[in-house]
């Protein structure tokens, strides 16, 4: 398998445009995790799915912000408008809690997003 | 979820062992005890997970003492390569929610 897949790997867009990242979990994981991570905050998570639904979204920032996916295979995390403080590493991780006991996220190598 | 507290960063030299502890004064019966390897410019990787008493695998060791209420994450001579976050986690079975802290910052010199 080749892991989590982000895209893109980088981002560069203007204050105030739409961004859109992309997460392909591992095939049969059947959880998905969206994370921020900037110098000043560290590692945060925004939002989780099990199985295709929106588990907790309590992370997530504020109003601009959404995340859906669709299908097993397929994630995104859209901002809409973004500002520069959105500027961050974003990771996707996923999971596969069917395995039982506690169980580790694999994650993908991220989308560096900068909004100038 | 229970929280964790662990060193901010710590320094080390090549041949060393490294023994990072987190606390987490609130672990609940069913948490377990994951700990997280990250590089500059990649995601954290798993390193090792345990649930009490001592657990090993070829990349380091992890020692939870009776009460769980503590942690200590042991990685045996380490070499420049190792320099990295480590994260501590605390959770649930099924792993549905993890979350990290600020981790420990672990620099090896030569």
């Known amino acids: 398998d080749a892991g989590v897949i982000q895209s893109p790997r980088h981002e560069v867009t203007e204050m105030g445009q739409e961004v859109t990242l992309r997460c392909k979990p591992i095939?049969?994981?059947?959880?998905l995790f969206w994370y921020r991570q900037t110098m000043m905050r560290g590692l945060e998570l925004l939002i989780y799915?099990?199985?295709?639904?929106?588990?907790?979204d309590s992370g997530m920032p504020e109003d601009r912000f959404s995340a859906k996916m669709p299908n097993a295979s397929f994630s995104t995390l859209k901002i809409q408008p973004s500002e520069p403080r959105d500027s961050a590493v974003y990771f996707c991780?996923?999971?596969?809690?069917?395995?039982?006991?506690?169980?580790?996220?694999?994650f993908g190598q991220g989308t560096r997003l900068t909004v100038v | 979820l229970a929280k964790t507290t662990q060193p901010i960063s710590m320094d080390s030299y090549e041949g060393q062992e490294v023994n990072i502890t987190c606390s987490h004064n609130?672990?609940?019966?069913?948490?377990?005890i994951t700990w997280y390897q990250q590089f500059p410019s990649q995601g954290p990787r798993f390193i090792i997970q345990?649930?009490?008493t001592k657990v090993t695998n070829e990349v380091a060791s992890l020692f939870i003492p009776a009460d769980r209420k503590s942690s200590t994450l042991s990685l045996p001579r380490v070499s420049l390569s190792d320099t990295a976050v480590y994260y501590c986690?605390?959770?649930?079975?099924?792993?549905?929610?993890?979350?990290f802290g600020a981790g420990t910052r672990l620099f090896v010199k030569a």
């Open positions: 991780a996923s999971s596969d809690p069917g395995q039982g006991l506690n169980t580790e996220a694999f």
């Open positions: 095939s049969g994981h059947n959880s």
């Open positions: 799915f099990n199985n295709n639904v929106p588990i907790d």
């Open positions: 609130n672990i609940a019966t069913n948490d377990y």
């Open positions: 345990g649930y009490k």
């Open positions: 986690l605390v959770g649930a079975t099924g792993g549905f929610k993890t979350i």
